[in-house]
């Protein structure tokens, strides 16, 4: 799960963060801390390793805290305002890296935004409008109703 101001427990650094699910489930520390590394290179933030998350950007928060919803391999991402808090190109940054990212480990992501240009990464999207699904549209549908609210899956 990601959530909107990218969630770490703020004593620990970023990789300790990511490392922290596998750690818990009982894997050997080099294996959890290898697997740490080796996201948060993929996602641009291995310069962060060390970092407290007051050290870290927005941005560098939410792509840690992706990191460390990614390090289990789930099979499905909840992702709740990721980039809420972010200034438009740490938006569209972390967005194209969660959508990449989850592919390649061959999670589903579903995103939950406001924003259209986060919502527009996605391969479908559920508009919800006062609590009821408004419609169901193909990414490359332009038609998409104008209503706030939009649920990305």
């Given at each position: ?107 589903a992501v579903v995103l ?42």
């Open positions: 799960m990601v959530f909107q101001y990218g969630t770490l427990v703020p004593e620990l650094t970023g990789e300790e963060n990511v490392a922290m699910p596998p750690l818990l489930s009982g894997r050997p520390r080099r294996d959890a801390i290898a697997q740490a590394r080796a996201l948060l290179a993929q996602l641009g933030v291995d310069h962060v390793a060390m970092s407290t998350a007051a050290q870290m950007s927005g941005g560098e928060r939410q792509r840690v805290a992706l990191a460390r919803a990614l390090v289990t391999r789930p099979r499905a991402v909840l992702a709740d305002e990721p980039t809420g808090a972010l200034d438009s190109v740490a938006s569209d940054l972390v967005a194209t890296e969660l959508v990449a990212a989850a592919r390649d480990a061959g999670a939950v935004t406001h924003d259209a240009r986060v919502a527009a990464h996605a391969d479908r999207e559920v508009h919800l409008w006062d609590g009821r699904v408004d419609g169901v549209v193909a990414a490359d549908a332009v038609d998409a109703p104008t209503h706030d609210g939009v649920v990305t899956a």
